[in-house]
């Protein structure tokens, strides 16, 4: 399938930030992840230590957020793709990618962790 068709068949715009998060599974697996990109239907996590598949139930935690439950629906690499329980509301995810997309100063940069700074 090409990007072109892949973007006529989400039902929710997709926006970039970067933004830390823990990310656990239902075994009790947790992993510091970084959020690259977010909709009202889910988000996309980037990880170096990526050990989940497609169908498990995970809940990602953004610093200062809720957990928001969802299901992986693919991965690629070091990156999955989260299909969120519930959808957000189209203004929570405006406000986290105004706050977020500027995330990346390099101040900020090098205060994140090693492994959050490789995924970022």
């Known amino acids: 399938m090409d990007r072109d ?6 039902r929710s715009n997709r926006h970039a930030l970067i933004l830390p998060a823990k990310c656990r599974t239902r075994s009790g697996f ?3 992840v970084v959020i690259s990109d977010i ?3 889910g988000c996309r996590i980037d990880s170096l230590g990526l050990v989940m598949g497609v ?3 995970v809940v990602v935690r953004p610093e200062g957020l809720e957990g928001l439950c969802g299901v992986i629906r693919w991965i690629k690499g070091h990156s999955a793709g989260i299909e969120f329980e519930r959808p957000l509301y189209p203004a929570v995810v405006e406000h986290l ?13 090098a205060a994140l962790p090693g492994k959050l700074r490789l995924a970022a």
């Open 5 to 10: 068709n892949v973007l006529q068949m989400r």
């Open 30 to 32: 947790l992993d510091h």
């Open 39 to 41: 909709s009202a239907g």
């Open 55 to 57: 169908g498990d139930l």
């Open 97 to 109: 990618h105004r706050t977020f997309l500027r995330l990346l100063t390099p101040q900020r940069l």
